[in-house]
């Protein structure tokens, strides 16, 4: 019948042409629905395959995660010592590092390699991180129960004994004839550091001996710093796997992000409260993030100083004139709506009074927003947490986006809008001032900071950029690495 034809596509559009799973209540998280509506469509085409290795993901988590008899008899085990053989279900365990950005490029790295890996994917959720995302997997959950035997975050660290790497190297575990160790020879679980150390990517596990040997532990413990997921395309054994569900590797944090994450019906109030108010009827949307790091302190004026070359260099908005235009051109009237995210009120209160102030040349108005300035940066508050998802979300919808080099937040605003951002970038460790403002990024992906070392065995430094055609380095972190 008509009607069936017709409602098809359109679940389809609600669904992301099949990136989401048609098996959730829409009521229990409307972010999942609605939030697309505050978009463009994706510009990069979902793989098929992608789609149904999805579904059947979904489908192993909700036969072994928790409260299924299977994740019960792994957790015997574990507590037991033992790593079984031929185990029906592995899991990979994710624990917290730094803040929401950094998760967020984390926590899908995990999933992508626990994709590749056969793994489900479980969270250690601290207090701060509780309520803000949907659980992603149908009939089932990401949530790490409580009951976990070895929950201490502490615990994990570059020396800790059960590190991968720290068992190589006290003969815990071989990596020279993987074929040849049965699994239940094994500790019961293995933790993965993935850590960048000295601007390298900790030891490098992405080689095919020491996956083949992770492979067999049924129980693994990951916490990472670092958005991971182009080492993983540098792993020989999951390069086809990869092509198949990314014949577009730009798109990687793009569909994951909007796969996994989906703020809960209370941080969707905000989003959706602010939006309405204050975007929905725009023209265009410009969205500014402005991140001042501990380590690199910009003084304001710099940093404001920088912000306004690169609006004036990249024409991001309109120009100021010096009386009202006395001649309507196209653009009169026109609303851009400028969103800023910063912890800090001083760029939008200059920027708002900038345009408060003086007509544009053209006569379009620019309203400028800011949703909240929270001063400090607060990694153990909830309510915190709750702001900045809502602002990377509010961001994800502008149709322009210039940020901060070097912020994870940013990455992952701009990767889920699918906009390719104008990087201000840092200025040089001596200097005060960057010499260029910005500059725009080549490609959607989030940037990788600390590249791994990429020959395995051979110990020998390879510019990763230079031997793999789908990677290069960063405009922002020169010597990071990111697909495209
Ligand atoms: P990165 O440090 O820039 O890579 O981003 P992270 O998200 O990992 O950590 C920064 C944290 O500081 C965020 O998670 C927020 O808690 C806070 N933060 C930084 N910038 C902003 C902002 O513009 N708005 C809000 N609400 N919080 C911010």
């Not at 960048?196 to 040997?213: A, G, T, V, W």
């Not at 940093?303 to 120009?319: A, G, K, S, V």
């Not at 900038?354 to 300035?373: L, W």
């Amino acid at each position: 019948p008509a009607t069936a034809s017709k409602s098809l596509p359109k679940l389809q559009d609600k669904l992301l042409g099949g990136l989401l799973s048609a098996a959730f209540e829409e009521s229990s998280c409307q972010s999942r629905y609605k939030s697309s509506l505050y978009r463009k469509k994706s510009p990069f085409p979902l793989s098929p395959y992608l789609v149904r290795k999805l579904r059947k993901y979904e489908a192993y988590h909700k036969k072994c995660g928790p409260g299924t008899k299977r994740y019960r008899k792994a957790i015997e085990q574990l507590k037991a010592g033992r790593n079984a053989d031929n185990a029906e279900c592995k899991y990979v365990v994710w624990f917290p590092c730094n803040g929401l950005g950094n998760r967020m490029l984390t926590i899908a790295s995990t999933f992508l390699y626990a994709l590749l890996s056969n793994r489900v994917l479980l969270m250690h959720v601290a207090a701060e991180q509780e309520g803000l995302f949907c659980e992603p997997f149908p009939g089932s959950s990401w949530v790490l129960p409580g009951d976990f035997p070895h929950n201490n975050p502490q615990g994990l660290h570059i020396g800790a004994p059960e590190s991968y790497v720290n068992m190589l190297k006290n003969n815990v575990v071989r990596n020279d004839d993987p074929g040849s160790v049965p699994a239940s020879s094994l500790p019961p679980y293995v933790y993965l550091h993935v850590e960048q150390f000295r601007l390298k990517l900790s030891d490098n596990i992405f080689c095919d001996e020491d996956q083949l040997i992770l492979n067999k532990f049924n129980w693994m413990i990951l916490k990472s710093d670092s958005y991971f997921a182009p080492a993983l395309f540098m792993t020989p054994m999951y390069e086809k796997e990869l092509e198949n569900m990314f014949p577009q590797k730009e798109s990687v944090f793009h569909h994951l992000g909007r796969y996994l994450f989906h703020p809960t019906n209370k941080v969707w109030g905000i989003v959706s409260r602010y939006y309405e108010a204050y975007l929905a009827r725009v023209d265009e949307k410009i969205g500014f993030q402005i991140r001042i790091f501990p380590e690199k302190p910009i003084k304001f004026e710099n940093m404001y100083d920088q912000l306004t070359r690169c609006i004036r260099e990249q024409r991001l908005l309109p120009e100021l004139g010096t009386a009202e235009p006395a001649n309507t051109t196209a653009e009169a009237g026109k609303v851009k709506a400028v969103l800023i995210a910063s912890l800090y009120s001083g760029y939008y209160e200059k920027i708002r009074g900038m345009y408060y102030e003086n007509p544009t040349k053209t006569g379009e108005i620019v309203a400028v927003y800011q949703p909240s300035h929270e001063e400090q940066q607060q990694y153990t508050s909830n309510e915190h947490n709750q702001k900045a998802l809502a602002e990377i979300y509010l961001l994800s919808y502008c149709d322009k986006i210039a940020m901060s080099a070097w912020s994870t937040f940013g990455y992952v605003a701009y990767s889920f809008a699918g906009v390719k951002p104008w990087i201000l970038l840092r200025p040089d460790w001596d200097k005060e001032r960057s010499e260029v403002a910005c500059i725009r990024s080549t490609s959607v992906e989030p940037c990788l900071h600390s590249p791994p070392i990429l020959s395995c065995r051979a110990k020998r430094e390879v510019d990763v950029a230079t031997v793999k055609p789908y990677v290069r380095h960063c405009e922002d972190v020169g010597f990071g690495l990111k697909l495209f």
